[in-house]
């Protein structure tokens, strides 16, 4: 069955047109037409395309343009977005929030909440944590993934009183893990290749590890709204430049309707 894109805005109908001079300059080819070129830039929160294989989502929509973004969690009854952002005219990260159709952006004082990584489950709860690589379940990393070179960490799942197993692939560099509120999945961030960090689905009930993002650079930070129908993340998808890291929202589609 279909299921109707749950995002509460509409789309803007107005189009930013960045002008710029591709002849040679100079007052002859100032206003001639043929000399110069437009960028149609549509204005956020704007809808993109997935990249071919990504079917566990859809309405992919960018949220944030320009700056590092990270660590987004939807807060407010899933109305709002906290994160942390590093953007002018500041030079380090501050916290951030502003309306999920990403209006009202202010700069807050408060902490920055983080994303779920405890679910309820008929065996007990279950949770997902980023350890070290080889270490025991006490061995938490607690910073931004991934982490600084040299430093190598995987993702664990323990459910009620049982034992720790370790989710993310053999030597994979992984972590920010989140449980969605069903229980059932448990996504997180891993590297594909070298320099390339893609988002990763397992199944708790079945142990299947899927990727699910396919786009160059970077995909992460997961976190999930508190019905678990949208998902929240990262990324450098759809931007020349490689230092921004942007936030987008999609509709989760690997939902257990009652």
Not at 24 to 39: I, K, L, Q, V, Y
Request: proline content about 8%; overall charge negative; aromatic content about 8%.
């Amino acid at each position: 069955m279909t299921r109707m894109p749950c995002f509460h805005f509409f789309l803007p109908v107005l189009f930013l047109a960045v002008t710029g001079c591709t002849g040679s300059p100079g007052p002859e080819g100032a206003g001639d037409a043929s000399t110069r070129s437009e960028t149609i830039i549509e204005p956020l929160p704007r809808i993109v395309d997935n990249s071919p294989g990504e079917n566990h989502f859809d309405t992919l929509v960018q949220l944030t343009d320009g700056g590092v973004n990270r660590r987004p969690v939807f807060i407010d009854n899933d109305r709002s977005v906290a994160f942390a952002s590093q953007r002018p005219p500041h030079a380090d990260q501050r916290s951030y929030r502003m309306f999920s159709d990403a209006s009202g952006l202010k700069q807050v004082e408060e902490e920055l909440p983080r994303a779920a990584v405890t679910a309820a489950s008929p065996s007990g709860e279950i949770r997902c944590l980023t350890v070290l690589q080889g270490g025991s379940a006490d061995e938490i990393y607690g910073g931004v993934f991934p982490p600084p070179a040299g430093t190598l960490t995987e993702v664990i799942l323990t459910m009620g009183t049982g034992e720790t197993k370790i989710i993310s692939a053999a030597g994979q560099l992984a972590g920010s893990p989140t449980v969605t509120p069903d229980g059932r999945y448990v996504v997180y961030c891993g590297e594909f290749s070298e320099g390339q960090f893609d988002l990763y689905v397992y199944t708790i009930e079945s142990g299947l590890n899927e990727k699910i993002t396919t786009a160059e650079g970077f995909d992460g930070d997961p976190s999930f709204s508190s019905d678990g129908r949208r998902l929240l993340f990262v990324s450098q998808r759809n931007d020349p430049d490689p230092a921004e890291y942007n936030l987008f929202a999609a509709d989760w589609l690997l939902i257990q309707e009652e």
